[in-house]
């Protein structure tokens, strides 16, 4: 079951500039800073900073599952097929991504140290 997005991770080839930039607009600074990857943590999800990312691929999403390896069978009996494998990255985070039928990509992670700071909703439901 997917529990929602969770994470973004943008190609960042120049990696100084855009951790900069992002500190900037973010206005915090990075809480996971090293030299393979950068993350930032705004309102409780995961922006990340590749500098090994290849811009032409554009940004990767990551969807929150409890299980990875049952959601990557589910989508393996869907059809998908994977681009990148089941891995721990650290802390028991586990990343992987997948091409549906169509095309899309589709990234899953299990992450058990995530979680969700609410967001006060508007009477209209926006959360402005």
Do not use: C, Q
């Not at 607009?25 to 990312?53: I, Q, R, S």
């Not at 992450?111 to 439901?125: C, K, Q, T």
């Amino acid at each position: 079951m997917f529990l929602g997005l969770r994470t973004i991770v943008y190609p960042a080839p120049d990696l100084d500039a855009s951790r900069a930039w992002w500190t900037m607009v973010l206005g915090v600074p990075p809480y996971f800073d090293e030299p393979f990857y950068v993350g930032f943590n705004p309102g409780g999800y995961e922006l990340g900073l590749d500098p090994a990312a290849d811009p032409a691929f554009g940004a990767r999403t990551y969807w929150g599952v409890r299980d990875i390896e049952a959601e990557a069978a589910r989508l393996a009996a869907a059809g998908a097929v994977v681009v990148e494998p089941v891995t721990e990255v650290g802390e028991g985070i586990k990343l992987g991504m997948f091409r549906n039928p169509a095309g899309h990509l589709i990234g899953l992670i299990e992450n058990p140290v995530f979680e969700v700071i609410p967001v006060a909703l508007d009477g209209d439901g926006t959360g402005r």
